[in-house]
């Protein structure tokens, strides 16, 4: 694949840090390669809460995740001087994204390596993971920096 492959890039979004991170990463990219981004999210279950928890059954997922994908979480890339195609399809993330980037024709699908809510900072999270079997486009997995431990200084001399 050469630079003038790329036209097309699907990134992932979810609102983790994760996320904001391949959101910026895709930015950058796409403005070194002068490729358009599709920036999409999986609205599924764990997008779904009551708007007034008093009200019965009220759900504004739709609402507040297209308000979150086509302003903050998209953020990153509007920085770099694009305006992605922002696209909210309901379903397993891992199937939206791989329908997609078919839909699109994409060159490049790029995902955080966890998404919001999955607790370890060393682990690959599932999206990411499943990406990576299933997808026949080439995928990049963009990890979610962690805070370093300070520079291992040898004991002074007489400290055990």
Sequence with gaps: ???????????????STASTHAAAFAARLAVQLNARIVAAHA?????VWP????????RNSHKQVSELSHGAWSDPIRRCG??????????PPTLVLIDLA????????????????QASAFA????????????SRP????????????????PHEGHR
């Design 1 to 15: 694949m050469t630079s003038r492959d790329v036209a097309t890039i699907l990134v992932g979004l979810d609102g």
């Design 139 to 154: 995928i990049v997995v963009v990890p979610e920096p962690i805070l370093r431990a300070p520079a291992y200084s040898a």
């Design 82 to 91: 694009i305006e992605p195609e922002v696209v909210l399809r309901d379903g």
């Design 43 to 47: 609205v599924g279950l764990l997008d």
């Design 102 to 117: 078919e839909e699109y024709d994409v060159d490049l699908v790029i995902v955080g390596s966890r998404g919001a809510g």
């Design 124 to 135: 690959l999270g599932s999206t990411a993971a499943r990406l990576t079997e299933v997808s």
């Design 51 to 58: 708007e007034h928890p008093d009200v019965r059954g009220e």
